[in-house]
């Protein structure tokens, strides 16, 4: 199994990284690529990269990504109809879009275009949400921490292209569902170690990836922690009911 | 006559507040602001203010300089009791103030919450921002240190000079066109640590090596000291050993005491900041002797309020746990789980490791045997965590309170 790990020196937020080191520390015999902004990809030139994955990043760091991305568009497009896996987290999901904006810091930038969508970055309006989703039935549970704003082009109202089903909290947009999806590019707003907070969605991804079905490392413990959360998220009180 | 009304209500307001026996360093601030919106800019300011902001240290900081000042007779306005935020620096202007709205005091030291930058500059000019660091902070406010970087350079007052740290390359390059002095522990700077130790900090200073009374030995406080040498040299300040000699870490961050035959050390670090709590770890580790510890960040009080985001675990370096000096390790509070994760992701070995959500559980679960010293760590002493545990350990070792 090579996962490709993109631009850790500077997509490295949140605890972001040990989304990666999970997956390490779970299949030792993975080979991880850390691929620098200055250096080509490797899924550019292999087509035996089991994973990309990159990360939340700051302002600055995004346009560094998008412009490092964008020589690779169209081999990205190609690999996601090949139905190669990408998964990006936090604000990386906004590179997948049309455009970033940042009025409050003066510039904007296109985005790769894979989706219908248009991220406003408000620096003065940080939003946080708690994200209950359940995806292709498995409950999936973390949070959201951005200063993303997304709206649909157009005529827009919904999309079929959604990651996870909302359950509790807040989608892409108004009527959406949570993150994107693309055969297996996925994208999600969830910050952080998802696949830490997360061992069953993590065990799944491992056995398409080629990982097997061998257990995670410290599974016991992940998947108690992961229970104690869902709890918490199945329980109305945590989203202000009774 | 608006400002006058709201400066007189803001100054009867914390008279009644002391009546009555409550915290009066926000309310008069924030009700002089709401009776007069203009009130920050229009109370009278002391000629010279310091300010001190930065993720982390700056309260410590704030101390220290204002005891040196106080210590060498200089009368001064400060919210070093009181909030950081923008209502808080206008309590302490409003409670300086002559009933005329003139400053009682020449000379003011703020401590400044990083986010309030814009609102407080706007209206307060520093002749010196010390900028601690700026580093990985509570997400939700705070973002990344970045962000932080770019709030201060919008709101900075272009005649502030700039006391910054070497050792921190985000703060480092803050607002580059400003007039600064860099501080360091062990990074080329004006004002750097040489040697500490035996109550001694040598230091080199612009003016050639000098010596001040160590007022602590844990490696950030040492910065700290750095920190405020560079401040009040910068500020003119000729006897600074002196006014050191007055400083003291607040008892709130760092306290040893012996219960019964067991030696307790508590240390706070900021919940949500992963550079303190790596510190307060590390510290823990490097000290001597078999240790027990106490880890309670995630207060019950905070269940509601967002505390769940364990996302900074991540940021922090939990590998400190894995010394082998450390015989045993409870992890308290409502993420006790999450910590439990993160600890064995770092290595540490799960043999030695125990948790509970409950804090006035943690004190029955650590283990002593063979302990000669107990950390507990946990977070701002506006929570409980520390009280509740400490009380279980004299209940558990036969201690009245």
Same mark, same amino acid.
């Given at each position: ?242 | ?339 439990? $994760?993160?600890? =064995?992701?770092?290595?540490? #070995? @799960?043999? %030695?490791?125990? +948790?509970? &959500?409950?804090?006035? !559980? ?8 063979? $302990?000669?010293? =107990?950390?507990?760590?946990? #977070? @701002?002493? %506006?929570?409980? +965590?520390? &009280?509740?545990?400490? !009380? ?10």
């Amino acid at each position: 199994m090579i996962i490709e790990h993109l631009y850790p020196e500077v997509a490295n937020l949140y605890g972001d990284p040990y989304n990666v080191e999970i997956l390490r520390l779970s299949r030792p015999d993975a080979l991880v690529i850390e691929t620098q902004l200055a250096e080509a990809p490797a899924f550019a030139v292999r087509d035996d990269i089991d994973l990309v994955y990159l990360g939340s990043m700051t302002e600055a760091a995004q346009q560094q990504a998008a412009d490092a991305l964008e020589p690779y568009r169209e081999r990205i497009a190609l690999l996601v109809r090949l139905g190669k896996h990408f998964l990006f987290t936090g604000n990386a999901l906004d590179l997948v879009g049309e455009r970033v904006v940042n009025h409050d810091m003066g510039y904007e930038f296109a985005g790769l275009g894979f989706f219908q969508f248009v991220t406003t970055l408000r620096m003065f309006s940080r939003v946080h949400n708690r994200m209950f989703t359940t995806v292709n039935g498995l409950p999936m549970v973390g949070y959201r921490s951005t200063f993303s704003y997304h709206a649909l082009r157009g005529e827009q109202r919904s999309v079929d292209w959604g990651f996870g089903h909302i359950v509790q909290g807040q989608g892409l947009a108004a009527g959406c569902d949570e993150g994107v999806r693309l055969h297996n590019l996925i994208a999600t707003e969830i910050i952080g170690p998802l696949l830490i907070t997360n061992p069953l969605f993590t065990k799944q991804l491992l056995a398409v990836i080629g990982g097997g079905d061998a257990p995670l490392a410290h599974e016991e413990a992940l998947l108690a922690a992961y229970q104690a959360r869902l709890a918490e998220f199945r329980d109305p009180r945590r989203w202000g009911g009774h | 006559m608006r400002f006058l009304i709201a400066l007189w209500a803001a100054k009867a307001s914390a008279v009644l507040l002391r009546l009555l026996g409550r915290n009066a360093t926000q309310f008069p601030g924030a009700l002089a602001m709401r009776l007069c919106p203009g009130f920050l800019a229009k109370v009278g300011k002391p000629a010279r203010i310091i300010a001190i902001t930065g993720s982390n240290g700056k309260t410590t900081t704030t101390n220290f300089i204002v005891a040196a000042l106080e210590a060498l007779g200089v009368r001064l306005l400060s919210n070093k009791l009181g909030s950081n935020l923008e209502a808080g620096i206008a309590t302490s202007l409003a409670l300086g103030a002559k009933l005329t709205g003139a400053p009682r005091c020449a000379v003011a030291v703020f401590e400044v919450d990083e986010r309030a930058s814009k609102l407080i500059y706007a209206h307060v000019t520093p002749e010196l921002l010390l900028i601690t660091n700026l580093t990985n902070d509570t997400i939700k406010r705070n973002a990344h240190p970045s962000y932080i970087r770019w709030i201060i350079e919008q709101a900075l007052p272009s005649s502030t000079k700039l006391v910054l740290n070497a050792a921190d390359p985000v703060s480092a390059m803050l607002a580059v066109d400003h007039k600064r002095v860099f501080f360091a522990l062990d990074a080329v700077a004006d004002y750097r640590a040489l040697s500490w130790g035996d109550g001694v900090l040598r230091a080199s200073t612009p003016t050639g090596e000098q010596e001040y009374p160590l007022i602590h030995d844990n490696r950030v406080n040492v910065a700290n000291e750095v920190a405020a040498v560079a401040v009040l040299s910068e500020f003119g300040v000729s006897e600074i050993a002196r006014g050191l000699a007055a400083a003291k870490v607040p008892g709130s961050r760092y306290q040893k005491e012996m219960i019964s035959w067991l030696s307790v050390v508590s240390m706070t670090a900021k919940s949500a900041s992963p550079p303190a709590v790596s510190t307060a770890l590390r510290y823990a580790a490097d000290a001597p002797g078999r240790k027990a510890l106490i880890v309670a960040y995630d207060d019950i009080g905070e269940f509601d309020t967002g505390c769940e985001n364990t996302c900074w675990y991540y940021d922090v370096d939990f590998t400190a746990l894995t010394d082998p000096s450390f015989v045993f390790i409870v992890f308290a509070g409502p993420r006790h789980l999450d910590a439990v $994760v993160r600890a =064995l992701l770092a290595g540490v #070995d @799960s043999a %030695l490791i125990r +948790s509970t &959500p409950a804090e006035d !559980a943690a004190a029955d679960l650590v283990k002593l045997d063979g $302990v000669d010293k =107990l950390f507990l760590l946990h #977070d @701002s002493p %506006l929570v409980n +965590s520390e &009280p509740i545990i400490k !009380a279980g350990l004299r209940r558990r070792l036969g201690v009245s309170a």
